[in-house]
């Protein structure tokens, strides 16, 4: 902003249970800083029974949000009134004298009208639009469509400032890991089933607790010891389903207490996990976390571990900028109406529906990227390399619970020399196992290739890609995790898979399709020509015994992140 006069903007939230409102100041949106001026004002929807009710939610939505934004237009007015505006001539001048796309705010006290367009309940994002559109058209200012789940991770993002971190919302609806590339935020890794709020809550009702539950579970736990639940990691997918039912039926032989305790460890654990394998897998060293869920204490001690095992940095918002806040979406809003990515009135429909990664993102640079130094810091283990052997040490990782840490560690490790020797046997590459110490986590393979496959990047190795994979798939051996660090080139160009920790044996086409599902993601984070690279994968795929099926089930996956709200 070079004029003298701040940008202001009004944000509204109103996706779910929070009608709220919120006036962000600035000079500069590109900018963040803990004393910028975010002022919020929400009421919360509380449930008469039960989860969310979508009628219930838009009855508090049509009450509340003109409240709140009644509160947040007497703030901005203030500080208009206090601000000193020698020679501001524009400012008196009549609105239908001003093109309010060049020069905006002709006597309106904010600059831009911002709101969450989606995802979200259908019937809540309808009232907060109409009172978007509404106010926007009174006040003669533009309207900004903000994207709910980028704004929760934005705003960590531009309160840190960092240039370009990994994300992991963790919100009632949604779960996932975001990074950006190539003018859009790529989904890494998300839930296959419900939120992690969700998941939580409904596991609270069940046992008879009030609406939302995580905070309920969260006192209970701090008391509780662990009980093993069902811990369900695909590639970066993850999956609470099975595990919120596993956690319902174990209140029957377990105190609460310990099965909260057991809930919140497993499912923060998989969290962590994959924002973990998220960073490994982009070579980038800055996280930050968004969402209600990221309230709790215990997953923040955990990112918090686990960033600092890898030499990463974290960020964890405020809590008014964590929960569902009109905070996230003015910030958001600015720096979109500073880029301007305005809405005309007549395109501003809402998407309850509206994914992360369908949003054009108009407001930041891409970073220079590099892959930083050559040392091998892998997702889950430590590798050294020993002359002709590599040496795979799952070290223990101090964010887990013991027990869960230990589990993990041993049947990984022994599940990955049995399959890396199954699926050599079956005609896949695979590096020699030598030596096996499941309990010690430690695991000795012959040393392959001499690259991995994302640095040297080729359609016709994404093709050959596609026929490893064809062959493990038809030895009835599912990878679990064949991303593109996952595979070695050798000097002749063949590839070697590495990597078995995840893998498991199946024919179910959708255990296979997550295999090509995990691959194509990882191209999506990794590399620039995603598509081409795909396709070749896929038509290389063909020559497996059920590959129709298979590819079928890729394309359900590939469209399942909707949005479950409630
Ligand atoms: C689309 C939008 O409407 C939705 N918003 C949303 O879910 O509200 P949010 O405020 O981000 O998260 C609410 C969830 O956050 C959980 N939560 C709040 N405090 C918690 C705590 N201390 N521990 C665990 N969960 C907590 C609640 O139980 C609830 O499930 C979303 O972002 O997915
Ligand atoms: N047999 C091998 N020969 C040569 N290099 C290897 C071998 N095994 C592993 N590496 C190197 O070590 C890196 C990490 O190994 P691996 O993927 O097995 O560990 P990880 O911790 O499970 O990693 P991630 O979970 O991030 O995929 C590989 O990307 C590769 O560069
Ligand atoms: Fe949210």
Redesign the pocket.
Known sequence: MTEDRPLRVLGIEG????ASAAIYETRDPSVGSADEHVAIESRAYEPSSGGLHPREAAEHMREAIPAVVDWALDHARERAEKESLPGDAERSAPIDAVDASTSPRPQAPVDAVAF?R????GP?LRITGTAARALAQRLGVPLVGVN??LA?LEIGRHRAGFSDPIGL??????AHVLGYRNGKYRVLGETMDT????A??KF?REVGWS?????T??AHARDGEYVELPYVVKGMDFSFAGLSSAAQAAVADHPVEDVCRGL?ETIFAMLTEVAERALALTGRDELVV????A???R?QGMLEAMAAHRDADLYIPEPRF????AGMIAVLGAKQFAAGDTLAIDESAVDSNYRPDAVPVTWRADPPRERGSDLVQGAEATVTIEGDRVVKERVPRAYRHPDLDRRLRAERTRQEARLLADARRAGVPTPVVRDVEPRAGRLVVQRVGESDLDRVMTTDRAARMGRLLAGLHDAGIAHGDPTVRNARVCGDGTLVLIDFGLGYYSDHPEDLAMDLHVFARSLAGTTDAPDRYRAAAERAYLGAGGARAVLDRVGAITGRGR?Q?G
Do not use: K, Q, R
Not at 15 to 18: G, I, K, L, P, V
Not at 118 to 121: E, K, R, V
Not at 169 to 174: F, I, Q, R, V
């Open positions: 996706t779910a249970w929070a969450s989606g995802p979200g309940l809540c709910h789940m929760h919302n963790a919100s009632g609806a949604n939120g992690v709020g969700n939580i809550d609270a609406h939302p539950g995580g905070p579970v969260e919140e968004g969402g209600g869920v309230n709790n204490a997953l964590l929960s569902d806040n949005y709200g």
